[in-house]
């Protein structure tokens, strides 16, 4: 799994269960779930993306194969939006 990092343009606030992200180069927003919103905070924190997902595969009370499954599923679809770009470590 490749480490990523938030972009710069993208601001975060948590609301709740959920954690909205407001990409600033484009005015759009996303909302993710808690779980997803934790892998984001641990992200943000510099955390590496493996790393990230194994502690909120610990933090959920769910089997960690599907935690991982669905986890790397929000990380693709981060990228794919360009919230996200690789980190250099």
């Given at each position: 799994?490749?480490?990523?990092?938030?972009?710069?343009?993208v601001?975060?606030?948590?609301?709740?269960?959920?954690?909205?992200?407001?990409?600033?180069?484009?005015?759009?927003?996303?909302?993710?779930?808690?779980?997803?919103?934790?892998?984001?905070?641990?992200?943000?924190?510099?955390?590496?993306?493996?790393?990230?997902?194994?502690?909120?595969s610990?933090?959920?009370?769910?089997?960690?194969?599907?935690?991982?499954?669905d986890?790397?599923?929000?990380?693709?679809?981060?990228?794919?939006?360009?919230?996200?770009?690789?980190?250099?470590?």
């Amino acid at each position: 799994m490749i480490d990523v990092k938030p972009e710069r343009h993208v601001v975060s606030v948590v609301d709740g269960e959920d954690t909205i992200l407001l990409d600033l180069k484009r005015n759009l927003y996303y909302s993710l779930n808690e779980p997803a919103g934790r892998l984001w905070a641990l992200l943000s924190d510099g955390m590496p993306t493996a790393a990230a997902v194994e502690q909120v595969s610990l933090e959920y009370d769910a089997a960690p194969a599907i935690v991982k499954a669905d986890l790397t599923a929000v990380v693709q679809g981060l990228r794919e939006a360009e919230l996200v770009s690789p980190a250099v470590r």
